[in-house]
Every structure is written in structure tokens, then in C-alpha cells.
């Protein structure tokens, strides 16, 4: 009985060793393949805090033989008009992060639950199919279009519902993925013969365990919309409507880039979406946890 | 119905109507800006089949996918599977890959092409002592150039897939397959992979596409240089619409580089799905 | 649950009442009584300038200036706002776009003022529909300061004639410890849209000349082809990139090494200020013109150049009469005012087109070709070359350049490119 119990306890003090060790590794690899992911960012760090004779002259070094340097900050800032460009930005990409999640989550569950419509089936085709419409072959029809028939271009209504009908077409296609596997329908029966409408029993039972997803749709959508260049270019023509990648376009010359702003900027716009990032991955923790003690 | 509508009504909208309206400018011969369309019929696709330019383009442009779209969910799968082993700290790990994608496609580039044509150069320079030249400066190392920043930049963005995957499979049954005698590796490739398949379907058919549409980064990276070698298809068919003003032609050739896109994304859709039904 | 259901929608019927919200305060942006007048400006060095002269103008005129850039293509960035209804009143684009925009989209200038003031105004059947905004031209940019230092004696531009005249002052310059003397931009711009067209804009007829080639003539042979290649692969040798090297050098290396005086010449253009006045450039810099054995036409006194950026003011029911009347005010102001002209010289740093401006330009190389065209010792660009020529001949020229083809092979891709060509732009 003892010596039985003795030998488990240092099996399962090896066993623990070894799993030490092993995480060990696994941190050293992680934290080499880190710090050479990081490592152009980092670049970018330095280079943003130094003149422009230096980022050409030296671009390696921290700080550069005319010291450290704000301008690059300041003068993006101020030529980018960086408050106002920003506060477009939020307006713009949580609205129509919001709205594709939710929109598409819904979609995607009826697509899922009634897989023999002809009408849902061709829905789904049709969004899987528009994934891969290279961009450039609907920029002008679409300017034509809602421009120069319709008239509705520059307007940030315009941009989110436009962000939302490109954007759903990926989002639908997660979330068709994501109830299939993780939604037993068995859970909806309950809650319909409980007496829940549909509505209910979508928001109630089926949404919660699509959190680890739609947290994952929200950020990949976020951050293209915060991103985008080419959308809002084409949509939001009046300067006080502009967003931050299209202000940032004016220091990207045809022949010369001045790419001090430009890192500069580039370090001033991601800082939110950076803070997005770390909230939302504590959700998709969180989301998977809850679902796991549900169940 | 209602939950279906909006999303269906904005997608239309937005995709579907102009796409149609796209469709037929490719039987006119617009130069992108003229006020009059004139009607050619199939000439442009005529054009588009004789552009050895654009032939080219599209082969390269799938040698670069290949081998991108492998790379990216190798590296992307074994780091979500690292960062979701339980180790100390995997939420900073997590949000440290990820960091690439926090750069704009454009914005990217130009850091990259900083980084290869200087940061580089120097470093090889102190190792080798004599200056090296930059690997933009050949064919065959744009094309790496291009590669190994796609890696870069995707391989966060998927792991974020699998992470979610890694996460949905229920690790009750991986405790249950290695008591059961599997190995890990036996438990991964036989309860773990197969338990993740939409993740896979996911992260290779965005690889794939992306790849194949590949525009912001080969222009601020490479801009096609050296000699026009690294010319990625969608950048030749913006280029034939907008800056050698044959809109028709490169509109036409984009439909031609949809259609190549849109099968290659049914095939493997569909070889996921076919799939599924068998585990 | 419950909760969790109202949370949800609470949240929806939020973002639903803030997107309309934003909806409604987007549409209403054309406030204000008096006229409102949008330049596009397709020259990034001056953006700011130009921001803060629609400022001061708007409120001394009147009118409300608001002025837009893009780093897209110039032809690209005009279709999607012709697409969209949404034309700038006055956009800034390159010569070959007023020739293909301008019968269609721009008004007739013809009776303007200043149009007798300039020679660089673009007129398309008989109406002047272009207004030159500067004068930029191509040719060597030499570093003064540089030269003395490793040669000991005062650098003098007009010395220098021949490609045998550069050849010996560039042993000089290695004899007093330059290296390589010389820095050659790679980009397929400077070798097949600046340097290349010379061997046409130096031609009696360039579109007969052209024509030629379309035909089949031999250019390999060709006089002015060959001076000036001779002239090229100098250049080349004394590259401080080589072989592929020379492909990957950043064009910002190059100005640098020149402000600094680590190289002595640069094959450019006057724009190339805003670039090397970031790197504490001395000012005793300049330009001159391409040495070459061959001397038809004068080339080697002459700079290659003209007019560079036009405006034209839209014709479309979009810009409404009063608009078009501002916006000529505007092109009126800028050429024949006294501020108007101190502007383009001394706060854009633009050389100016027009005659009557005589101001003095502060920067070295914009001195150089004011003095050209003082003399009138400009030759004339070319502007009719197709659109995909400088991307397809760089492409090619590259390969020249970094060594992998010869003279020759070059010459006969010239000579292929003109062949296959449909020739509707040329005239």
C-alpha cells in the first residue's frame, strides 16, 4: 500500500517535471519566434522617435545622431488633423462592427437551420463566392451606382452599411461554421417547448455560445474597417468626415514617402485597436469557459 | 426572413448589384473615365486571353499562394497550439503575434521594404563584412521578400482561427483518448485535427484567397520590381484598368481572376464539407 | 437570460439610432452662403502649403477653398470621381491627362489673362484648356561643395560638355578619394519616363522619330541614342550601387549621399529638392545638362523640360457658373497677382511658368531651371507617350542597368515596344 503510493507520487512528480520541462521549451521557442515577429515592429518604435536624415542615415540605431524626437508625433498629428480623423474612425468601426456581428450571426443561423431553402443555399454560395471578388472589380460600378445614380456617397451611414454588406459575407461564413459544430439543437428544442419564441431563443440559447466566435468576427472586422483605405477613399469625400487611413494618405508622396509620419501615425492609430485586441481576447476566454460550465 | 434580411439586403447592395453592373462594363470599351461606353461584345476577353502579361502574372501569383497559404497555416497552427498548451503568459503570446495585423496592408510594406533593402543589408553587411545586396534587388528574393512578409502577417491572423478551434474542441475528450493509451500525437491527428475541421476549411480557404487578391502589399513592398517580375495578378489588372487606362480589358481580366478564385474556394469548401460528413 | 435579450437589443437599437444620427449631421456639409470651390492636388510636397493658401484666400476672396490629395494613381483617383458624380472643381493632373481628360471634362481658358503670359499652357482643338502650374526639367544635379572638395579647384557646370569631359573629371574626382562619384535611381520613372524619352525629345521631329521606330528603324544606330547611352553607362560604372545592387537602392539613400556630398552627381529633376532638402543639403548644388558627345540641337547647353502639373477647372453640371468663375479667379490670382506669384516661388518653392513672374527662386536646383528657361534653353518634354510605356521599357531598362542585357538588346525592345504598339496617342 505505501510503497504502491510512494511509486505513483514520484511517477506523477516526473510526470510534473516533465511538463515543467516541456513548457519550458515551448515558452523559449514562443519567446524567439516572438521577438522575431516583433522585431520590425520594434524598428517602426524607434524609427518613429527619429529624424528623417537619421531613419535614412541610421535606421538601425535606438536613437539617432540628432537625438530624440517628437516631431514626427506632432507634425502627423496636427497635418492629419488626428482628433477629428479619430474620433470618424471609432464612430465608424464600432457601429459597423456591431452591426455585421449581429446581423451576420442571424444569417448564418437561419442559413444553418434550414439547409434545404433554395433561397439559403444560393444566400450562401453567393457570399462564399464574394469573397473572392477582387476588390477593383466593383469600385467603379459601386461609385457609379450609389454616386452617380444615387447620389448617398459622403456620409459615414453610407460607409458603415457599406462596410457591413462586404464584411457579412466573411462573418456569415465563421458563424455558419461555429453553430454547426458548437450549437446542439437539442438546446433550442428545450427552450422552444419551454415557450420561447424565436427571436428569444436566438439571443437566449444560441448567441451566448457564439461568443468565442463573434469575438473573433469583431476583431477581424474592426480591424479591417479601422484599416481600410480603399472603401472610405472612394465613399467619404468631405475632409470632416475622413478617417485616419485616408488623412495619413497625404504623407505618401508619388515619388517620396515621408515615412517618419508615416510610422509615426501608423503607431498612433493602432494603440486603440491594440486595447480592442487585449479586451476582446479576455472574452474569448471568458465566452468559452461560461459555455463550458453551461454544458 | 427577418433574420436573414438585413444581412442578405446590405450584401446585395453592395456586392451583388455593382458586380452585375461591373459584369457588363467588360463588353464596352470604357477607358475608365469618358462619359460614352461603347459596345464591343467579347472583345475584351479576346484581349484578356492574348495578354501573355497577365498569363504570367496569374502563374506567379499561384506559385506565391502555394507556398504561402502552406506556410502560413503550418506556422499559424503550431503557434495556436503552443499558445493554447496551457504555458505561463499564453494570453501575451497570443496578443504578440497578433501585432502584425495591427498594420494596415500599405503601411506594411513600406516598413518591410525599410526592414529588407536597410535593416538587413546592414546586418549582413557586420556578419559578412563585405555589403551585401538587398534581396529585392533579384527576381527570386521579391518573391521570397513577399512570401516571408505574407507569412508574417497571416500566420497571426489565422492562429486566431485555430485558437478559437483549439478552444471548441472539448479537452474531456483528448484526456479520454490519451488515457485510452494514444499518444499525443496519436490523440492530435486522431480526436484533436479532425474535431477542427471548419477551422482548417476557414484558414485555408482565407489564406488562399488572400493570397491569390494580394494588391496593398505587393505594391508597397516590391511595386513589381525588379523588371516587372513580381507583378501579382491583381496588380496587373489594376495597372491595365486605371494606369495604362484599358479599363474594359482589366476589368475583364479580373472576372477572369475571380473565376479562377471563386473555383478554387468551391473545391475546397466543398472538400471540407464532404469531409465533415465522413468523421 | 432575460437580461442578457435586452441587453442585446438595447445595444442594436442604440447603434441603429447612432448610425442615423451620424447619417443625418454627413449630408448636410455644403454649409455656409458663399461659393464653395475643392482643388485636387496631385503634388505632395506642397499639400501643406496649399492647405493653409485656401485658408488665406477663401477668407480674402470670399470663397470657401477646400483642397484634397491623393496618393493614387492621378487617372485612377479622377475615374471614381467622375463615377461618382463628385468632379473637384479644379483638379491638378500630369500633361497627358489633359489630353485625355480635358475635351471632355474641362472648360475653355482660352480668354484668360494669363494665357499670354506662358508658353506651357496646354491647348487641345485650338482651346486652352491646361494651366501650367511650374516648370520642372531633367538633367545632371551636381553637388559643388563635393566636387571642390576632392578636386581642389571651383566646380564650373559649363566646363563640362562632352561625355569625354564628365569621363575626365570623374577620374579627378576618384583621384581625390570619391569612390564612386556617381548615384542612378533605378526606379522605372527616372530610367524610362525622364531619362529614356531624351533620346526622343532630342529629335528635330520627336513624333516622326517615333513613327520610325514603329516602323522597324534601326535605333541602336542612331546618333542621339548613342551619346546619350554612352553618356548612361558612365553613369552606371560609377554607380555606388552595382550590378544587383543597383536595383535595390532606395531612392532616399541616394539623395542623402548626395546632400552630403558622399557622391557628386545624380541623373534627376528640380523636384528632387523636396527630397534632398531633408538631409541638410549645401546649398551650392545645380543642375546641368546631360554631357553627350553628339551636340545636334544644342543639347549639350539645354536642360530637357517644360511645363509639369496642369489645372483645368471642370465643366460638368456638377460645378456650377459661379464655382467656375471662383475657381478662374483662383487660376487668375495665382499667375497674375503679385501674392499669387510669391506664393508658387517662395512658399511652394515652384519655378513659375509664366513670363511676367520674376521673382527670384530661393532653392538651387529651381534656380538652375529658371535661368535655363530665362535663356531659353529648355527642351521641350514630350507628352504623348502611352501610359504603360515607362512601366514596361523600366522594366527592361532595369535589366540594362543591373547588368543582365546589353545595348543592343535594349535597342531592340525600344524598337519591339513601338512596333506593337497602336500608335493613338502619338502626334
Known sequence: MATQSTTRKSDNDKAIIRQRIGHGLMIAVLAILLVIFIWPFFMVLTNAFKSMSDITGEPLSIVGSHGFTLNNFTSAMRKMHFWRVFGNSALITVSATVLTVLVSAMAAYVIVRNPRWTASKLTFAAMVASMVIPFQVIMVPLVSVYGGYLGVLNSRLTLILMHVGFSVSLAVFMFHGAIKTNVPIELEEAAEIDGASKWRTFWTVVFPLLKPTAATVAIIDAMAFWNDYLLPSLVLTDKKIYTIPIATQVFYGTYSTDIGLVMAALLLAMLPILILYLALQRFIVAGVTAGAVKG | ?279 | ?427
Open chain 2, 1 to 279: 426572413m427577418m433574420f436573414a434580411g438585413p444581412a442578405t439586403i446590405l450584401f446585395c447592395a453592395v456586392v451583388v448589384v455593382p458586380f452585375i453592373y461591373g459584369l457588363y462594363l467588360t463588353l464596352t470599351s470604357w477607358d475608365g473615365i469618358a462619359n460614352n461606353k461603347p459596345f464591343v461584345g467579347l472583345q475584351n476577353y479576346r484581349d484578356a486571353f492574348a495578354d501573355t502579361a497577365y498569363w504570367s502574372a496569374l502563374g506567379r501569383t499561384a506559385i506565391y499562394s502555394v507556398i504561402s497559404v502552406v506556410l502560413v497555416n503550418v506556422v499559424a497552427f503550431f503557434l495556436a497550439y503552443l499558445v493554447t498548451s496551457g504555458i505561463k503568459g499564453q494570453n501575451f503570446f497570443r496578443a504578440g503575434f497578433f501585432i502584425p495585423n495591427l498594420i494596415g496592408g500599405i503601411v506594411l510594406g513600406y516598413v518591410w521594404k525599410f526592414v529588407f533593402n536597410r535593416a538587413f543589408v546592414a546586418i549582413g553587411t557586420a556578419l559578412t563584412g563585405h555589403e551585401g545586396a538587398s534581396l529585392l534587388g533579384t527576381t527570386n528574393g521579391a518573391l521570397f521578400a513577399l512570401i516571408l512578409v505574407s507569412v508574417w502577417q497571416y500566420a497571426g491572423y489565422m492562429m486566431l482561427i485555430y485558437v478559437a478551434g483549439f478552444m471548441g474542441v472539448d479537452d474531456s475528450l483528448k484526456e479520454a483518448a490519451l488515457i485510452d493509451g494514444c499518444t499525443n500525437g496519436q490523440a492530435m491527428r486522431n480526436v484533436v485535427i479532425p474535431l477542427m475541421r471548419s477551422s482548417f476549411v476557414q484558414c485555408i480557404f482565407l489564406s488562399t484567397t488572400r493570397c491569390f487578391m494580394v494588391y496593398d502589399l505587393n505594391l508597397s513592398l516590391t511595386k513589381g520590381e525588379p523588371f516587372n517580375t513580381s507583378v501579382m495578378a491583381a496588380m496587373h489588372v489594376y495597372n491595365k484598368a486605371f494606369v495604362y487606362k484599358n479599363y474594359g480589358v482589366g476589368q475583364a481580366e479580373a472576372l477572369i481572376l475571380f473565376i479562377i478564385c471563386a473555383v478554387i474556394g468551391m473545391i475546397q469548401v466543398y472538400v471540407g464539407k464532404k469531409g465533415e460528413v465522413e468523421a
Open chain 3, 1 to 427: 437570460m432575460l437580461k442578457d435579450w435586452k441587453r442585446w437589443t438595447a445595444a442594436a437599437a442604440a447603434t441603429v439610432l447612432a448610425v442615423g444620427m451620424l447619417g443625418a449631421c454627413g449630408s448636410n456639409s455644403g454649409s455656409g452662403d458663399g461659393t464653395k470651390i475643392t482643388i485636387f492636388n496631385s503634388k505632395s510636397e506642397i499639400q501643406q502649403q496649399l492647405e493653409e493658401l485656401a485658408e488665406s484666400y477663401g477668407e480674402s476672396h470670399g470663397v470657401d477653398v477646400e483642397v484634397y490629395y491623393s496618393s493614387d494613381t492621378v487617372a485612377a483617383h479622377m475615374a471614381t470621381k467622375y463615377a461618382a458624380n463628385q468632379p473637384y472643381t479644379i483638379s491638378m493632373v500630369d500633361a497627358k491627362d489633359v489630353y485625355s481628360l480635358g475635351a471632355e471634362h474641362a472648360i475653355d481658358l482660352s480668354g484668360e489673362k494669363w494665357v499670354s503670359e506662358t508658353d506651357q499652357a496646354i491647348s487641345v482643338d485650338g482651346k486652352v484648356l491646361g494651366f501650367p502650374v511650374s516648370v520642372e526639367a531633367r538633367g545632371l544635379i551636381y553637388n559643388a561643395d563635393a566636387i571642390k572638395k576632392a578636386t581642389g579647384k571651383d566646380f564650373k557646370p559649363e566646363s563640362i560638355k562632352t561625355t569625354d569631359d564628365f569621363k575626365n573629371l570623374i577620374s579627378d574626382l576618384k583621384a581625390g578619394g570619391m569612390e564612386s562619384p556617381v548615384g542612378v535611381m533605378k526606379e522605372d520613372w527616372s530610367l524610362a519616363a525622364h531619362y529614356l524619352p531624351q533620346v526622343y525629345e532630342e529629335q528635330e521631329d520627336p513624333a516622326a522619330f517615333i513613327k520610325s521606330l514603329h516602323d522597324g528603324a534601326d535605333l541602336n544606330s542612331n546618333a542621339r541614342w548613342t551619346s546619350l547611352m554612352d553618356t548612361f553607362d558612365v553613369l552606371v560604372e560609377n554607380n555606388y550601387a552595382k550590378g544587383d545592387k543597383a536595383i535595390s537602392a532606395e531612392r532616399e539613400v541616394t539623395e542623402q549621399k548626395l546632400a552630403k556630398g558622399e557622391i557628386a552627381f545624380m541623373f534627376g529633376g528640380n523636384w528632387d529638392w523636396a527630397v534632398l532638402n531633408q538631409y541638410e543639403p549645401t546649398k551650392n548644388m545645380g543642375m546641368m545638362p546631360v554631357p553627350q558627345n553628339d551636340n545636334d540641337m544644342d543639347v549639350q547647353n539645354k536642360l530637357v523640360g517644360g511645363g509639369s502639373k496642369y489645372f483645368f477647372i471642370d465643366n460638368s453640371k456638377n460645378t456650377s457658373e459661379a464655382q467656375q468663375k471662383a475657381a478662374k479667379d483662383f487660376l487668375n490670382w495665382l499667375s497674375m497677382d503679385k501674392e499669387g506669384q510669391e506664393w508658387i516661388v517662395n512658399t511652394a518653392h515652384l519655378v513659375s511658368p509664366f513670363k511676367n513672374n520674376t521673382l527670384e527662386v530661393a532653392d538651387p536646383l529651381g534656380k538652375s531651371v529658371k535661368e535655363f528657361a530665362d535663356k531659353n534653353m529648355l527642351i521641350n518634354n514630350y507628352n504623348y507617350l502611352p501610359d504603360d510605356h515607362y512601366s514596361v521599357l523600366g522594366a527592361n531598362f532595369q535589366k540594362y542597368l543591373a547588368g543582365q542585357e546589353d545595348r543592343a538588346a535594349l535597342a531592340g525592345q525600344v524598337v519591339d515596344y513601338w512596333k506593337s504598339n497602336d500608335m493613338k496617342t502619338i502626334q
